[in-house]
């Protein structure tokens, strides 16, 4: 069965740095979206992306971030500068179809020291 | 602020035992509905979506009352492998394709034998 992937797992570093979390959707879907799960609250929606441009981005998503396709096949959440806040785990999701089912990767640990 | 509440328990339920959870969503511009459940420290994966008129799949049933803004999940004969947080989520209702989603803070239950 096909599945979302990310990479990498876990991402520690440093306040003010520079991260790019990774992920490749499925292949034949075309929704792509960012979440964000601090410890032990909600998952957060940060960013919806559809035909090479941001559709949709929640009150989280500000200059800090920015998202990307680079390709065919890899779909990127940056963070320029990273803060303790930003400290969570970060979950990819794609949709063959708007507003239809999401499915999740197993999402990317950052801690921000 | 557009949220989705739900009881956060935890629920203490026998195996074999039915329960039931509910949450109600303040987003009258939502579109489509569902249930995920997350596992300890692991993406949410979907359950099964909720239409107005009930769905079963299996020993889940889902209802959802658009006019309460009520969504509701029934599990009959709970199995150990049951116990984890379940999340209720509705669309952000954005009006466009790449529609976010809006998550509860989930309800835990645990499946004793």
């Known amino acids: 069965e096909p599945e979302v992937t990310q990479t990498p797992s876990h991402q520690v570093t440093q306040m003010g740095q520079e991260v790019i979390l990774r992920c490749v959707p499925i292949?034949?879907?075309?929704?792509f979206y960012w979440y964000r799960q601090i410890l032990g609250q909600k998952v957060e929606f940060l960013v919806s992306?559809?035909?090479?441009?941001?559709?949709?981005k929640s009150e989280i998503f500000d200059d800090q971030f920015s998202v990307e396709r680079p390709d065919g096949s890899n779909f990127t959440l940056k963070i320029r500068s990273t803060k303790l806040e930003d400290s969570a785990m970060y979950f990819c999701?794609?949709?063959?179809?708007?507003?239809?089912?999401?499915?999740f990767g197993p999402g990317t640990r950052l801690l921000v020291l | 602020r557009k949220e989705v509440e739900q009881d956060p328990g935890p629920f203490n339920v026998p195996e074999g035992a039915t329960v039931a959870f509910n949450c109600t969503y303040s987003?009258?511009?939502?579109?489509?509905f569902f249930w995920y459940r997350q596992d300890c420290r692991k993406e949410p994966k979907l359950l099964m979506s909720?239409?107005?008129s009930g769905n079963e799949d299996g020993r889940f049933t889902a209802q959802l009352n658009r006019a309460s803004q009520y969504i509701s999940l029934l599990i009959r004969d709970s199995k150990l492998s049951d116990s984890a947080t379940y999340l209720c989520?509705?669309?952000?209702?954005?009006?466009?394709?790449?529609?976010?989603?809006?998550f509860g803070k989930g309800t835990h239950l645990i499946i004793q034998p």
């Open positions: 999701a794609s949709s063959p179809v708007g507003g239809e089912t999401q499915y």
């Open positions: 292949s034949n879907h075309l929704y």
């Open positions: 992306f559809y035909n090479n441009e941001i559709s949709e």
């Open positions: 987003n009258s511009a939502s579109q489509s």
């Open positions: 909720v239409y107005s």
């Open positions: 989520v509705v669309t952000r209702g954005s009006g466009g394709g790449a529609d976010g989603l809006t």
